[in-house]
């Protein structure tokens, strides 16, 4: 079954690198999401990474993949205030129609 | 401009009342979804619709309801059967439904109860 789980609250000073994991149990997923929700608002897709993919660099966001281990990470280089929010991972199944989504780590960057 | 647009921005319901969420998107997605969001709790699936006139529970579809009439709009009916229904409500659409779709979410409707 789909069950993904995050730690709930990080806090980082502005400037440096901060570190967000995630772990899931369905090895059958495809492709896992960084999703970033700032507060009263919706989800904003950060980036993905497909699931025969160990790493993916998209400027300031690194996301490692461990299949074996079924564990996501997801790196903000030079952490900045406005990346104070919510982050969200979520995995998507083949087969399924559905995101199953962990229940969000908060990050608040410390100026 | 294109996106996903959700209204109202707050909603207040009355006990006994049914009240409807409103969600359109003209990204001319096929697949459009409903969650719930309380605090602590992440994203939860209400219902979930793949093509128009179709839709399916997702895992607390109870004092819900939903229609699919129009491929731009996926509102949301939450019953007076939903007891505890206040919460941040997030609509989201996708290309086609499933796996690796990327799913694009609207700003959100806040449900209070009076």
């Known amino acids: 079954g789909e069950d993904v789980e995050q730690s709930l609250f990080l806090s980082v000073r502005e400037g440096d690198s901060s570190v967000i994991n995630c772990t899931y149990t369905?090895?059958?997923?495809?492709?896992l999401y960084w999703y970033k929700q700032e507060p009263g608002a919706g989800l904003q897709l950060l980036t993905y990474?497909?699931?025969?993919?160990d790493m993916k660099q998209d400027q300031r966001l690194t996301v490692l993949l461990n299949k074996k281990d079924k564990h996501l990470s997801l790196r903000i280089a030079d952490t900045q205030t406005g990346d104070s929010a919510i982050y969200f991972c979520?995995?998507?199944?083949?087969?399924?129609?559905?995101?199953?989504f962990g229940k969000g780590n908060q990050v608040v960057v410390i100026p | 401009d294109g996106g996903i647009t959700q209204s109202p921005k707050y909603l207040f319901r009355k006990e006994g009342q049914n009240v409807t969420l409103s969600c359109e998107q003209n990204?001319?997605?096929?697949?459009m979804y409903w969650y719930r969001q309380d605090p602590g709790q992440g994203l939860r699936l209400i219902y979930y619709?793949?093509?128009?006139?179709?839709?399916q529970k997702g895992d607390i579809a109870e004092g819900y309801s939903v229609s699919r009439e129009k491929k731009e709009s996926f509102p949301l009916t939450v019953t007076s059967a939903q007891k505890n229904p206040t919460a941040f409500y997030l609509c989201?659409?996708?290309?086609?439904?499933?796996?690796?779709?990327?799913?694009?979410f609207g700003p959100g409707t806040r449900l209070l109860v009076l």
């Open positions: 989201a659409s996708s290309i086609v439904p499933g796996a690796g779709e990327t799913q694009y």
């Open positions: 369905d090895s059958s997923s495809t492709y």
């Open positions: 990474i497909f699931s025969n993919m």
């Open positions: 979520a995995e998507s199944i083949r087969g399924n129609n559905r995101l199953a």
């Open positions: 990204l001319n997605h096929d697949a």
């Open positions: 619709s793949q093509i128009v006139n179709d839709f």
